[in-house]
């Protein structure tokens, strides 16, 4: 199995531009979740989806986030405009609905100029 | 709320000492608890879970316990490895797949 694989590994924009990161989840996981990692907040939960239905996004910054799961085996997080504060590492994870233990991707590391 | 509590970082140990890395956390129910390992450049990577109180995780040589009186899951390893050089991440789950992870704590081993 290639476990999670996101896309692009690094990223670097500048402010305003959009960005869009790219996850697979392992095949057959039911759950897929977006993170968020930076120093000062630690990592925390965007968005997750179940069945490729988003379930919780409480945890969305604001409006310039969104994320998409078209089919089961692929989501994108995108941000429109990006700014500085949006640079972070941001992880995709899956899980399936039988376990408890979540698979992360690599995470795409994020800069925003 | 719920919340988990870790102890602040950096730990830097030589190589065989024992290691502690305290957790504590705060939460409405019954959670299960869990750490996770983060190495350098990768994603984090489940090290061990318990489910209910008294339950003991273990793997790789790491070890802990769920104890409820104390609301604690410390993380013990009785020999380390430069190997085990990491960040770990103690996190708790209440049932909706909603994780919610501590702060991290770096561990660096030296030769």
């Known amino acids: 199995d290639a476990g999670v694989i996101q896309s692009p590994r690094h990223e670097v924009t500048e402010m305003g531009q959009e960005v869009t990161l790219r996850c697979k989840p392992i095949?057959?996981?039911?759950?897929l979740f977006w993170y968020r990692q930076t120093m000062m907040r630690g990592l925390e939960l965007l968005i997750y989806f179940n069945n490729n239905v988003p379930i919780d996004d409480s945890g969305m910054p604001e409006d310039r986030f969104s994320a998409k799961m078209p089919n089961a085996s692929f989501s994108t997080l995108k941000i429109q405009p990006s700014e500085p504060r949006d640079s972070a590492v941001y992880f995709c994870a899956s899980s399936s609905d039988r376990g408890e233990k979540l698979f992360f991707g690599s995470g795409t590391q994020l800069s925003v100029l | 709320g719920n919340s988990v509590t870790q102890m602040e970082g950096p730990v830097t140990l030589s190589e065989e000492a024992f290691l502690t890395i305290n957790c504590t956390y705060t939460a409405t129910g019954y959670p299960s608890l869990f750490w996770y390992v983060q190495y350098p450049g990768e994603g984090l990577q489940l090290l061990l879970k318990a489910t209910k109180a008294d339950d003991k995780g273990s793997n790789k040589g790491f070890e802990a316990t769920y104890r409820k009186e104390t609301t604690s899951f410390h993380l013990e390893k009785g020999s380390v490895q430069v190997s085990d050089s990491a960040v770990y991440f103690c996190a708790l789950m209440l049932g909706t797949y909603k994780y919610i992870f501590g702060t991290g704590t770096r561990l660096k081993v030296l030769a």
């Open positions: 095949s057959g996981h039911d759950y």
